[in-house]
């Protein structure tokens, strides 16, 4: 049975943060139900408290980062980089380990997001781009799907 790596917010764990969560999904309740979830949150796996200060990437994106060309700073100019990497390899190990090719990563976090990210301003502009796990696990050939996208997961899931 394939299994799916899940951003633990998603299933209702308070990791965010600010101390809350997200869901419920019905999707990622069938999957628990079958077995087939692996939850993680990078960003408390490498290190981080919650709750916790918000972190953006002021100049780049998840991919900058893995390169060390960008950094992860807090709204007080806290690099916390070094937690996010911790995170991402962690979540990269589960993926290797479980032979994981399908992830759910909630979307627009600096850590899980798949599709865009805060643009580093703490303003909430959003702009294109992925976080630091996200990035490294599309880099090692993971579909990376968030909550916004349950069906076109599950079709991935399904064509696997
Ligand atoms: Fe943790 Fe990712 Fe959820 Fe942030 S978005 S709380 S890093 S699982």
Redesign the pocket.
Known sequence: MHKVLV????LGHR???DGGASGPFDQLAAWLQEGRVVA?????AGGLPTPRAAAEIPGGQGVQVLEGTARVLTTAGEDVSAQFLR?ARLALELVEKHGIRIAV??AN?P??GNLLTYDGSFSGVRVPGEGV?AALLKRHGVQVFSELQLPEAAAALAAL
Do not use: A
């Open positions: 951003s633990r917010c998603l990791v965010r943060y993680l949150c990078p960003e408390v995170g990563l909630k976090s850590s899980c796990t």
